[in-house]
């Protein structure tokens, strides 16, 4: 948690005076940490159970297959760690750039397990790393809004003056819960947030910091995300 950790005190003090809000920055990392953790306390307890079968079982077959287990748990936490560290974590100097090729790799090893079919579009070529954050957040949470499965579009048209990107979740019952649109639309006081509520707030936030906006749309079994970023606002 080391690289998750220091960025929430030192962003908030960058971005709290735009929303009129005062805050504890510890309850903040407090909370980003919280919704980091339960990422991973599905593999990491996978992972325990397999080890229990290998002390306690004497079976061949059932040590291959608590093996099995470990292995498949340890790339789950290993892919969801790597999604943090990006999606959340403190990385470089100022001003650093992450290219989105490994962007994309580090996504499609993320949602490879999920319900929801990763379509990651986007060039090779380097974008602040604040507008990664921003772009694999909204992934995020359109995988959440399709939770029977379905298909997730991440779309990055990048040009010299503007990023502009499209998140956009189609499956069954698509839908996003008014606590998240809540929290997009800064709305929620925060002294209610939750682990749960903390990221479209921060997202959000992040947008704004970079001069841009963040907008939702709805269609049939769909659920989509827009923002444009202006680079130079962005670098300011």
């Given amino acids: 948690m080391c690289a998750l950790s220091p960025i929430f005190p030192r962003m908030w003090r960058r971005i709290a005076p735009t929303t009129g809000q005062s805050m504890n920055e510890l309850d903040l990392a407090a909370l980003m940490v ?14 325990s159970n397999g080890l229990e079968i290998l002390a306690d079982e004497d079976d061949p077959a059932m040590k291959e297959q608590a093996m099995s287990l470990i292995a498949h748990s340890v790339g789950q936490a290993k892919a969801r760690l790597l999604f ?17 090729g490994e962007a994309g790799e580090v996504a499609t090893e993320f949602f490879k397990t999920g319900k929801a079919k990763l379509d990651w579009q986007a060039p090779r070529g ?18 959440d809004s ?3 499965g379905g298909q997730l579009t991440v779309k990055i048209e990048p040009t010299r003056a503007h990023v502009a990107v499209t998140v956009t979740a189609k ?9 998240i649109r809540d929290g997009l639309e800064l709305k929620t006081p925060f002294a209610e947030l939750t682990g749960r509520t903390v990221q479209p707030y921060i997202t959000s936030l992040l947008a704004k910091k970079l001069g841009s ?3 939702v ?14 680079r130079k606002a962005a670098a300011a």
Avoid: W, Y
Wanted: net charge negative; hydrophobic share 50%; glycine share 8%.
């Fill in 34 to 47: 919280s919704r980091v953790c339960h990422d991973l306390i599905s593999p990491v307890a996978a992972v």
């Fill in 84 to 100: 943090a560290r990006l999606a959340f974590g403190a990385m470089g100097s100022a001003g650093a750039e992450i290219d989105l």
């Fill in 126 to 143: 380097a974008i602040d790393k604040e507008m990664v954050r921003v772009l694999l957040n909204l992934a995020n949470m359109g995988a």
């Fill in 146 to 148: 399709i939770p029977r």
């Fill in 171 to 179: 499956g069954t019952r698509a839908n996003l819960a008014q606590d």
């Fill in 213 to 215: 906006a963040i907008e």
């Fill in 217 to 230: 749309s709805f269609g049939p079994e769909t659920v989509r995300f827009d923002v444009t970023f202006d």
